[in-house]
T-cell receptor
């Protein structure tokens, strides 16, 4: 049961245009959503996040939109640059309490390979 | 400041062999995590630790053991490797476990024949 899904395995965009990466989720208990970016042979790095009480968060060229009623979020990159070519993972956070401690569990989507052509 | 490092980068094992993956962080983070990434799937949490001397199970803990004897190190052990454990393993750490950003290592690619 995949609670976070990225249905597009890949996306190809021309430099300067907008890249839109999509993510759907099923669990209403998620309280934060994050996007991670991953280059080959490197670990994922945090890109941007959004609280479940917001519908938009912007950071430079990156904007994340959240539609709670549709359980859908998207990452917009404008303008896209060749250096943005990477795998993008959507992740959703839920609080887990176990053995007297708590932590923010991240549930990841499958990833979308973004290729930005010069 | 190296961040999160993982040793080794790549390893080939035969079925039934054992090995230990080492994760080290120099950011004085309390929380550490082990994930595996398989084709067509996102990262899945194997085990995590909320502090030195403590560990807990994640989503897919079977076949793995972990230890956190020192705050900066988190070890992942495979006692008897199986082909189903062929994967890329990522270690991560965070200052706390809440909204704190998780910082990932570069990964260890493991092939079990």
């Amino acid at each position: 049961d995949q609670q976070v899904k990225q249905n597009s395995p890949s996306l190809s965009v021309q430099e300067g245009r907008i890249s839109i990466l999509n993510c759907d989720y099923t669990n209403s208990m998620f309280d934060y959503f994050l996007w991670y970016k991953k280059y080959p042979a490197e670990g994922p790095t945090f890109l941007i996040s959004i609280s479940s009480i917001k519908d938009k968060n912007e950071d430079g060229r990156f904007t994340v939109f959240l539609n709670k009623s549709a359980k859908h979020l998207s990452l917009h990159i404008v303008p896209s640059q060749p250096g943005d070519s990477a795998v993008y993972f959507c992740a959703a956070r839920s609080s887990v309490y176990a053995g007297g401690t708590s932590y923010g569990k991240l549930t990841f989507g499958q990833g979308t390979i973004l290729t930005v052509h010069p | 400041n190296a961040g999160v490092t993982q040793t080794p980068k790549f390893r080939v094992l035969k079925t039934g062999q054992s090995m230990t993956l080492l994760c080290a962080q120099d950011m004085n983070h309390e929380y550490m995590y082990w994930y595996r990434q398989d084709p067509g799937m996102g990262l899945r949490l194997i085990h995590y630790s909320v502090g030195e001397g403590t560990t807990a199970k994640g989503e897919v803990p079977d076949g793995y053991n972990v230890s956190r004897l020192k705050k900066q190190n988190f070890l992942l052990g495979l006692e008897s490797a199986a082909p189903s454990q062929t994967s890329v393993y990522f270690c991560a750490s965070s200052h706390r476990g809440g909204l704190e950003t998780q910082y990932f290592g570069p990964g260890t690619r493991l092939l079990v024949l």
